[in-house]
């Protein structure tokens, strides 16, 4: 699935970029959040806690055609093919 | 102050301000230090709001769907995508800056343009941007740098792209704007009209100074005009959160999201365990759905009330310090020698929202009539992005908001019963004198 990713602040600075867009065979939040770990290294510990919660410093915000947009709190939640995802 | 051409006024004294007990004093200082380090503060705007700046809430409207764009019409797919947040200003910065001495290393930021810097923040990106249907950084900065010029807040966004989408629909014409086209995403077409308005230049221009309400007056089109009780939208989405709707309905200033910044309740991890707050945090977290806005909101005024009434910044009231008013009861007893505590001032802050409701029913800008938003709030939801289908359900909050303050449903008028409750008996006789029960 492509995920389209928009990195802000300290993600931006990980990643040294703005956005992107990824081209991933993932199902959840979670397979994201080990992508970007594997990637760029130390973003997975920005986002996820040791015990897989959120950590509540920073944001993951998920946007998705025709649906509302939400904070990504439980990172079991699915992604699907075209998928907007902001890391604040 | 602007009628009297008075800019600012300057005081310069020559004593001390005596502090009663300055050791407890500077021990509660440097707690309030503690509790806003980054590392400690959990609050999910603090730490990246001190790297990025105040501009960073660009981006959470944007991605939330909440944008004003052209008068705040919402999402508009035939444009160009509006790009400009945080990342647009720190490739321009020049240095962060905050007030002296404040815990946040960077409110906002001071951005190169030309020969000169300018402190751009949110309201200015939005206010001059999306909501003029402008994308282009270097025009907002152009009109940033005219707008201060000029003395200028930019709540006056709305009542310029009001004018322009009042032409759009034939409402005003040409001979009212003495020849000028109006439309949208031309920065030279808002510098004219905003040069009318300043100088009131021509009836129109005398018009647009006295503000949206004169201008519907005489034209219509107040179902699209951004003001609540006469006092422009400052453009944080209340469609986006419906708990922002309710804010700037019920405010007695008019539509100010300062009023009860932050607009969100506290992150529940943040919330020490001896605070009870008043309302289901995660519910009311919740933003499209109406239930527990009321008492947050109501609990939002209050407690700012008090941090107005401290002079202390709404933007630090951030991690423990959002929800548990101790540490100011601790500052504020070392420098009077008089014991407060948290209870005692969140009661002081009712006291003085009840106040300030009972000042304006006895000017008559205060009932449940005028407690409503623009109507495109109301009825004109979202046809596309983050907050698509979101209007205010504005009359369940407000039933659930006189109840929260215990004003009466119908007209939205402080009862006896919560004045006496508060102390504020010599309000009640005024009431009855001038028969604002009967």
């Given at each position: 699935m492509k995920i389209h990713m928009v990195y802000l602040v300290h993600f931006h600075d990980l990643a040294g970029k703005d956005e992107e867009l990824l081209e991933l065979d993932i199902e959840t939040a979670d397979d994201l959040i080990d992508y970007l770990e594997s990637k760029y290294p130390g973003m997975g510990m920005l986002l996820r806690r040791e015990d897989g919660s959120a950590q509540p410093y920073n944001t993951a915000i998920l946007n998705r055609k025709g649906e509302r947009a939400q904070f990504i709190k439980d990172f079991s939640v699915g992604l699907a093919d075209g998928d907007h995802v902001t890391l604040i | 102050m602007g009628s009297k051409k008075v800019k600012a006024i300057a005081v310069r004294g020559t004593k001390e301000i005596p502090i009663f007990d300055p050791d407890a004093f500077m021990d509660v200082y440097h707690?309030?230090?503690?509790?806003?380090?980054?590392?400690?503060?959990?609050?999910?705007?603090?730490?990246?709001?001190?790297?990025?700046?105040?501009?960073?809430?660009?981006?959470?409207?944007?991605?939330?769907?909440?944008?004003?764009?052209?008068?705040?019409?919402?999402?508009?797919?035939?444009?160009?995508?509006?790009?400009?947040?945080?990342?647009?200003?720190?490739?321009?910065?020049?240095?962060?800056?905050?007030?002296f001495s404040c815990g946040l290393p960077s409110c906002s930021q001071l951005i190169a343009y030309g020969d000169t810097v300018l402190k751009m923040h949110t309201g200015s990106i939005i206010g001059l941007g999306s909501n003029f249907g402008i994308t282009d950084i270097n025009a907002i900065m152009e009109l940033h740098k005219i707008w201060t010029e000029l003395g200028l807040d930019v709540s006056v966004s709305p009542t310029i792209s009001w004018t322009i989408e009042a032409y759009q629909r034939g409402l005003i014409t040409k001979d009212d704007t003495d020849g000028l086209e109006l439309k949208w995403g031309d920065p030279q077409i808002i510098l004219k009209l905003v040069?009318?308005?300043?100088?009131?230049?021509?009836?129109?221009?005398?018009?647009?100074?006295?503000?949206?309400?004169a201008l519907t007056e005489k034209y219509g089109g107040e179902e699209f005009?951004?003001?609540?009780?006469?006092?422009?939208?400052?453009?944080?989405?209340?469609?986006?959160?419906?708990?922002?709707?309710?804010?700037?309905?019920?405010?007695?200033?008019?539509?100010?999201?300062?009023?009860?910044?932050?607009?969100?309740?506290?992150?529940?991890?943040?919330?020490?365990?001896?605070?009870?707050?008043?309302?289901?945090?995660?519910?009311?977290?919740?933003?499209?759905?109406?239930?527990?806005?009321?008492?947050?909101?109501?609990?939002?005024?209050?407690?700012?009330?008090?941090?107005?009434?401290?002079?202390?910044?709404?933007?630090?009231?951030?991690?423990?310090?959002?929800?548990?008013?101790?540490?100011?009861?601790?500052?504020?007893t070392a420098a009077t020698g008089t014991e407060y505590t948290h209870d005692e001032l969140m009661k002081i802050g009712e006291k003085i929202c009840n106040l300030e409701r009972s000042y304006n029913v006895l000017n008559g800008n205060a009932s449940r009539k005028d407690d409503t938003l623009p109507k495109r709030y109301l009825n004109e939801p979202f046809k596309s992005g983050g907050s698509i289908g979101m209007v205010v359900p504005l009359d369940r909050m407000l039933d659930d908001y006189y109840k929260a303050r215990n004003w009466d449903m119908a007209t939205g008028r402080p009862t006896q019963e919560k004045l006496l409750e508060l102390g504020l008996d010599f309000v009640v006789e005024d009431f009855k004198n001038r028969g604002v029960w009967s």
């Open positions: - | 707690d309030f230090w503690k509790e806003l380090s980054p590392n400690d503060c959990v609050d999910i705007f603090h730490r990246p709001w001190g790297v990025a700046g105040d501009s960073l809430a660009t981006d959470y409207i944007k991605t939330m769907g909440g944008l004003a764009v052209k008068n705040d019409q919402g999402f508009d797919e035939e444009v160009p995508s509006f790009d400009i947040g945080s990342a647009t200003i720190r490739k321009l910065l020049v240095r962060p800056m905050s007030c040069h009318k308005l300043v100088f009131k230049e021509g009836q129109f221009g005398e018009l647009m100074a006295e503000g949206l309400k005009a951004l003001h609540v009780k006469g006092l422009d939208i400052t453009l944080v989405p209340s469609r986006s959160m419906y708990g922002m709707g309710l804010a700037y309905a019920v405010n007695d200033q008019g539509a100010d999201h300062c009023r009860i910044y932050p607009p969100y309740p506290p992150n529940a991890d943040a919330v020490p365990e001896h605070i009870e707050l008043p309302f289901d945090v995660e519910k009311a977290a919740i933003r499209d759905i109406p239930d527990e806005k009321a008492k947050l909101i109501k609990w939002s005024f209050d407690s700012r009330a008090v941090l107005n009434c401290l002079t202390t910044c709404v933007f630090l009231s951030r991690g423990k310090l959002f929800s548990d008013f101790s540490y100011f009861a601790r500052a504020l």
